[in-house]
């Protein structure tokens, strides 16, 4: 099995040329009659292709608050007195004539709501439109030249095909077999009442110049493209009372020659104006309409009509079609009845109304965008893209504006002023119309057959049987049976070869064989005279007989002449009664009608009315709970605030009591320094001093030493300035969830020792090992470190210099910094031998053989619960602030 070699995808075939001459697009302009409650009216007709607005009252268009007269210009302006029959030999007679002539054209209304322009297109009763009148015209034409059912058939892609009459036979009977519909009828007398007598006897056209050599087939499909989707109105689907199926919508493709076709939809084939107009109203009967505030039976979706005429050329004979594809023609004629643009507000639609409004003002939008960029290109000579793809009605019509057809526009106009906006929206669209030109359709070529074989064909066959029926002789296909019996009935010729040039046998005997053909042809002449005057006779009798007879017949037709007035005048009042009852009847479907969509309206409003009744409770249920919630989240805010109040509250209390604390110290040790200074000797041990000095002190003592004592209450008030710094600047620490234990031995110090302290030359020095020494500190100093410690020199109340190692945590911000909280005081202190000391505090305690024991110098980081803290940006020193922190003994 040979694989098929891939190749690329073939290239279109290149498109018809379109002729280089161009047309504007006709624009018509209608005016609808003023209604009867309406009493303002805004437009006048000025001349037969020129109309005025006049702006209603109230409403001023000039800045000078003058109301402002605008005029626009048709190619013609129908006023409220034109009748249906003007409008159409203007408007639609054109575009059938070029149909029937192998030509494309597109016809249609454009409008507001309610401006006429379904009566336009179909009309009513006595008053056909544009739609019932084109389908007349047009087999009034080709009526004599039709072809039989089912000789043309559709290739489903936009094509046509020619059948021989024995398959369009064969597919007649298989169609009538199949079909459980029964077959149309023609008759006037059938014919729905809504549609019956649309067009007068007296008011029919007929195209001239039709090509009586062709044959000639009618097609009809009928399309409705709602909320820019497009559904076959003829298409027939199966109704289903317990579960009825949506209708499918259909898709717009593209045939070789490049021209738009809706795939899928059903084409029927129609012998008859009435036949049509029967198979148009089946599918009007399905068209979305409602009613709005502004039309009782308002168009939700644009109908298109489609009627095409395929035609063939006749054989040489002029008996039979021509069976070759390519010399079939098929121009088709589109009728498209748009819906109305509107607005919400006016019409006071709802829900899926809303809906349907939007899609219709979208589409009619889109069709004056592709309107205003033909324009353009066209004028300015630019070359922009016209988006015919975004919506079905212009990419459906692409090809008429590209030049396949003429293009013809009917716009439809309501004189009443709540209408004025809108018109003078729907006249700036028509004015920009007029400007596009279209190019013109080329002719069809004409095949090498000689004109008027049809006509000659018809007359040889009606002068054959004319003789033959003078002759008694049959009649079409008989003649060459009875030539060939008389041929038989002679004696056969002998054979007439001659072999030699002195042959005296043949020519002899082949004469006399010629002889007696020849009596025997005189004879049956003979018998032939004869029996032709027996016939001869015959006739005389029967035209005696014919002639006593039909001068009865010319008596009995006088009698019926009598009765014929008798029947005419019967049946005038019968038509007058049929007319009147098709009347009534006309009104009692529109009743029916208006009733059906009045119950629907009640249905939908009921709908609604529930639904909004069950979002208003859910919208209540949900407002309590939200009420609830939120009353919870108030409580809990309430609560959280009281909470936060409270603490706030308590931090003050404690901060004003420790600032009074504070001043209390100040106060105590200013009054102990008064005091002390007006005691010449030794000071008196503080107030606060309550417990026994130890009985037996040493007497031997060093010179100078260092000794660690516990700092007292007054000691660990601020003392006077000194030469030294201050301490590092804080801010509020994060408190860290634990602190690294101190066993670890892997903690660095920054020893902060100002420049200006003084060396003691003590034994006895701090060391701390692991230390960063700095005499300002620094940001990079203390984010390498974990322990702040501050050497402080003063001058204590005894004259002597005090040094105070102040410690400290340095942990991290919130704001990305350091801050030092300090925990501990260590006061190193130096004392004379001379110089009685001070006595020891109770909780010091002093062991009874009076030696010292190092729990005295060591106990007093244990027990010191101060921390020192400045705050950022003071000058005055640290303060201090009590934090109540327990602190932990080095291991």
Same mark, same amino acid.
């Given at each position: 099995?040979?694989?098929?070699?891939? &190749?690329?995808?073939?290239?279109?075939?290149?498109?018809?040329?379109?002729?280089?001459?161009?047309?504007?697009?006709?624009?018509?302009?209608?005016?609808?009659?003023?209604?009867?409650?309406?009493?303002?009216?805004?437009?006048?007709?000025?001349?037969?292709?020129?109309?005025?607005?006049?702006?209603?009252?109230?409403?001023?268009?000039?800045?000078?608050?003058?109301?402002?007269?605008?005029?626009?210009?048709?190619?013609?302006? +129908?006023?409220?007195?034109?009748?249906?029959?003007?409008?159409?030999?203007?408007?639609?007679?054109?575009?059938?004539?070029?149909?029937?002539?192998?030509?494309?054209?597109?016809?249609?209304?454009?409008?507001?709501?309610?401006?006429?322009?379904? +009566? @336009?297109?179909?009309?009513?009763?006595?008053?056909?439109?544009?739609?019932?009148?084109?389908?007349?015209?047009?087999?009034?034409?080709?009526?004599? $030249?039709?072809?039989?059912? $089912?000789? +043309?058939?559709?290739?489903?892609?936009?094509?046509?095909?020619?059948?021989?009459?024995?398959?369009?036979?064969?597919?007649?009977?298989?169609?009538?077999?199949?079909?459980?519909? !029964?077959?149309?009828?023609?008759?006037?007398?059938?014919?729905?009442?809504?549609?019956?007598?649309?067009?007068?006897?007296?008011?029919?056209?007929? @195209?001239?110049?039709?090509?009586?050599?062709?044959?000639?087939?009618?097609? %009809?499909?009928?399309?409705?493209? $709602?909320?820019?989707?497009?559904?076959?109105?003829?298409?027939?689907?199966?109704?289903?009372?317990?579960?009825?199926?949506?209708?499918?919508?259909?898709?717009?493709?593209?045939?070789?020659?490049?021209?738009?076709?809706?795939?899928?939809?059903?084409?029927?084939?129609?012998?008859?104006?009435?036949?049509?107009?029967?198979?148009?109203?089946?599918?009007?009967?399905? =068209?979305?309409?409602?009613?709005?505030?502004?039309?009782?039976?308002?168009?939700?979706?644009?109908?298109?009509?489609?009627?095409?005429?395929?035609?063939?050329?006749?054989?040489?004979?002029?008996?039979?079609?021509?069976?070759?594809?390519?010399?079939?023609?098929?121009?088709?004629? &589109?009728?498209?009845?748009?819906?109305?643009?509107?607005?919400?507000?006016?019409?006071?639609?709802?829900?899926?109304?809303?809906?349907?409004?939007?899609?219709?003002?979208?589409?009619?939008?889109?069709?004056?965008?592709?309107? /205003?960029?033909?324009?353009?290109?066209?004028? &300015?000579?630019?070359?922009?893209?016209?988006?015919? *793809?975004?919506?079905?009605?212009?990419?459906?019509?692409?090809?008429?504006?590209?030049?396949?057809?003429?293009?013809?526009?009917? %716009?439809?106009?309501?004189?009443?002023?709540?209408?004025?906006? /809108?018109?003078?929206?729907?006249? =700036?669209?028509?004015?920009?119309?007029?400007?596009?030109? %279209?190019? #013109?359709?080329?002719?069809?070529?004409?095949?090498? +057959?000689?004109?008027?074989?049809?006509? =000659?064909?018809?007359?040889?066959?009606?002068?054959?049987? #004319?003789?033959?029926?003078?002759?008694?002789?049959?009649?079409?296909?008989?003649?060459?049976?009875?030539?060939?019996?008389?041929?038989?009935?002679? !004696?056969?010729?002998?054979?007439?070869?001659?072999?030699?040039?002195?042959?005296?046998?043949?020519?002899?005997?082949?004469? /006399?064989?010629?002889?007696?053909?020849?009596?025997?042809?005189?004879?049956?002449?003979?018998?032939?005279?004869?029996?032709?005057?027996?016939?001869?006779?015959?006739?005389?009798?029967?035209?005696?007989?014919?002639?006593?007879? /039909?001068?009865?017949?010319?008596?009995?037709?006088?009698?019926?002449?009598?009765?014929?007035?008798?029947?005419?005048?019967?049946?005038?009042?019968?038509?007058?009664?049929?007319?009147?009852?098709?009347?009534?009847?006309?009104?009692?479907?529109?009743?029916?009608?208006?009733?059906?969509?009045?119950?629907?309206?009640?249905?939908?409003?009921?709908?609604?009315?529930? @639904?909004?009744?069950?979002?208003?409770? =859910?919208?209540?249920?949900?407002?309590?709970?939200?009420?609830?919630?939120?009353?919870?989240?108030?409580?809990?805010?309430?609560?959280?605030?009281?909470?936060?109040?409270?603490?706030?509250?308590?931090?003050?209390?404690?901060?004003?009591?420790?600032?009074?604390?504070?001043?209390?110290?100040?106060?105590?040790?200013?009054?102990?320094?008064?005091?002390?200074?007006?005691?010449?000797?030794?000071?008196?041990?503080?107030?606060?001093?309550?417990?026994?000095?130890?009985?037996?002190?040493?007497?031997?003592?060093?010179?100078?030493?260092?000794?660690?004592? *516990?700092?007292?209450?007054?000691?660990?008030?601020?003392?006077?300035?000194?030469?030294?710094?201050?301490?590092?600047?804080?801010?509020?620490?994060?408190?860290?969830?634990? *602190?690294?234990?101190?066993?670890?031995?892997?903690?660095?110090?920054?020893?902060?020792?100002?420049?200006?302290?003084?060396?003691?030359?003590?034994?006895?020095?701090?060391?701390?090992?692991?230390?960063?020494?700095?005499?300002?500190?620094?940001?990079?100093?203390?984010?390498?470190?974990?322990?702040?410690?501050?050497?402080?020199?003063?001058?204590?109340?005894?004259?002597?210099?005090?040094?105070?190692?102040?410690?400290?945590?340095?942990?991290?911000?919130?704001?990305?910094?350091?801050?030092?909280?300090?925990?501990?005081?260590?006061?190193?202190?130096?004392?004379?031998?001379?110089?009685? #000391?001070?006595?020891?505090?109770?909780?010091?305690?002093?062991?009874?053989?009076?030696?010292?024991?190092?729990?005295?110098?060591?106990? %007093?980081?244990?027990?010191?619960?101060?921390?020192?803290?400045?705050?950022?940006?003071?000058?005055?020193?640290?303060?201090?602030?009590?934090?109540?922190?327990?602190? #932990?003994?080095?291991?």
């Amino acid at each position: 099995m040979n694989r098929q070699a891939k &190749c690329k995808t073939p290239r279109r075939p290149p498109k018809k040329p379109s002729s280089n001459q161009k047309d504007p697009v006709g624009v018509y302009c209608r005016v609808r009659p003023l209604g009867v409650e309406d009493e303002e009216c805004c437009i006048e007709v000025i001349s037969s292709a020129t109309i005025q607005l006049h702006a209603p009252e109230g409403f001023k268009t000039n800045r000078n608050g003058e109301y402002k007269e605008t005029q626009y210009s048709f190619k013609k302006v +129908f006023g409220v007195s034109i009748s249906q029959i003007e409008l159409f030999e203007h408007v639609a007679k054109p575009l059938v004539d070029d149909l029937i002539h192998g030509k494309n054209g597109l016809l249609f209304t454009y409008g507001v709501t309610g401006s006429g322009k379904t +009566f @336009t297109m179909t009309g009513s009763p006595g008053q056909g439109g544009l739609l019932p009148r084109s389908l007349d015209m047009i087999f009034n034409s080709i009526g004599p $030249y039709q072809a039989k059912r $089912y000789v +043309f058939k559709t290739d489903d892609k936009n094509g046509m095909e020619v059948q021989n009459e024995v398959d369009a036979l064969l597919e007649r009977q298989r169609r009538e077999n199949n079909s459980s519909i !029964p077959k149309s009828s023609s008759s006037r007398q059938k014919l729905d009442p809504e549609i019956a007598d649309m067009i007068k006897s007296e008011e029919a056209y007929k @195209t001239e110049g039709v090509d009586e050599d062709s044959s000639y087939s009618v097609f %009809v499909s009928y399309i409705e493209i $709602y909320n820019n989707y497009i559904y076959d109105l003829l298409e027939e689907n199966q109704e289903d009372a317990i579960k009825p199926k949506p209708p499918q919508s259909k898709t717009l493709r593209e045939d070789q020659n490049h021209n738009m076709y809706v795939a899928g939809c059903m084409e029927v084939e129609v012998k008859s104006a009435e036949e049509a107009f029967q198979v148009f109203w089946r599918g009007q009967k399905k =068209r979305k309409v409602a009613n709005t505030r502004l039309n009782r039976e308002s168009s939700r979706s644009h109908s298109v009509l489609i009627v095409k005429l395929a035609q063939a050329p006749l054989d040489a004979d002029g008996d039979n079609i021509l069976q070759d594809k390519n010399q079939v023609t098929v121009s088709q004629l &589109c009728l498209v009845d748009l819906a109305g643009s509107e607005r919400t507000g006016r019409t006071g639609a709802e829900g899926t109304r809303i809906r349907e409004a939007g899609n219709i003002n979208q589409s009619l939008l889109n069709l004056r965008t592709c309107i /205003e960029i033909l324009r353009e290109n066209q004028l &300015c000579g630019t070359n922009r893209m016209v988006p015919y *793809r975004d919506s079905k009605v212009t990419h459906l019509f692409k090809n008429y504006f590209d030049g396949e057809g003429k293009v013809r526009m009917v %716009v439809c106009v309501n004189p009443k002023a709540d209408d004025y906006e /809108e018109t003078l929206l729907v006249m =700036r669209f028509a004015e920009l119309t007029q400007e596009v030109e %279209v190019a #013109r359709p080329v002719d069809r070529p004409i095949c090498g +057959f000689t004109p008027g074989r049809r006509h =000659r064909n018809q007359a040889f066959k009606e002068e054959l049987s #004319r003789k033959l029926d003078e002759r008694g002789g049959p009649i079409d296909g008989d003649v060459p049976s009875v030539i060939n019996s008389m041929v038989h009935c002679l !004696p056969p010729l002998p054979s007439s070869e001659l072999a030699d040039p002195n042959d005296d046998i043949t020519l002899p005997r082949l004469i /006399e064989a010629l002889h007696n053909r020849h009596r025997i042809r005189q004879m049956m002449i003979d018998e032939y005279n004869n029996a032709a005057n027996r016939m001869k006779s015959m006739l005389q009798e029967l035209d005696n007989n014919l002639i006593s007879k /039909e001068n009865l017949i010319h008596e009995q037709n006088g009698k019926l002449v009598d009765k014929d007035k008798i029947i005419q005048n019967n049946k005038a009042e019968i038509e007058r009664l049929e007319k009147r009852t098709k009347t009534q009847e006309h009104k009692i479907d529109i009743l029916q009608k208006t009733t059906k969509i009045y119950e629907d309206d009640q249905r939908t409003l009921k709908y609604e009315l529930e @639904t909004r009744e069950q979002r208003l409770q =859910r919208e209540q249920s949900d407002k309590r709970r939200l009420e609830q919630r939120m009353q919870g989240v108030v409580t809990d805010t309430q609560y959280k605030w009281e909470k936060e109040c409270d603490r706030r509250v308590n931090a003050m209390q404690l901060e004003m009591q420790n600032k009074l604390w504070v001043k209390d110290e100040k106060l105590k040790q200013l009054k102990a320094i008064v005091t002390e200074s007006k005691t010449p000797g030794r000071p008196d041990p503080p107030p606060r001093q309550t417990q026994r000095q130890p009985q037996s002190q040493p007497q031997s003592q060093p010179q100078r030493q260092t000794q660690p004592q *516990r700092p007292s209450r007054e000691e660990r008030l601020p003392a006077k300035r000194s030469a030294s710094p201050s301490p590092v600047p804080t801010v509020t620490p994060v408190r860290p969830l634990h *602190r690294r234990s101190r066993s670890a031995g892997g903690e660095k110090w920054v020893d902060h020792k100002p420049s200006s302290s003084l060396d003691l030359g003590t034994v006895l020095q701090p060391v701390i090992p692991n230390s960063i020494q700095v005499s300002t500190p620094s940001e990079k100093a203390l984010s390498k470190c974990d322990r702040y410690v501050l050497t402080h020199q003063e001058v204590a109340s005894d004259g002597e210099i005090q040094t105070q190692l102040i410690k400290g945590e340095v942990i991290k911000t919130r704001g990305g910094g350091q801050a030092v909280q300090f925990t501990d005081i260590e006061t190193l202190k130096q004392e004379l031998t001379t110089v009685p #000391r001070r006595k020891r505090k109770s909780s010091e305690g002093t062991p009874a053989n009076g030696d010292h024991t190092d729990g005295g110098w060591t106990d %007093v980081e244990t027990r010191c619960s101060a921390a020192v803290e400045m705050r950022a940006g003071s000058n005055l020193g640290p303060g201090y602030e009590h934090h109540g922190i327990t602190k #932990r003994r080095k291991p």
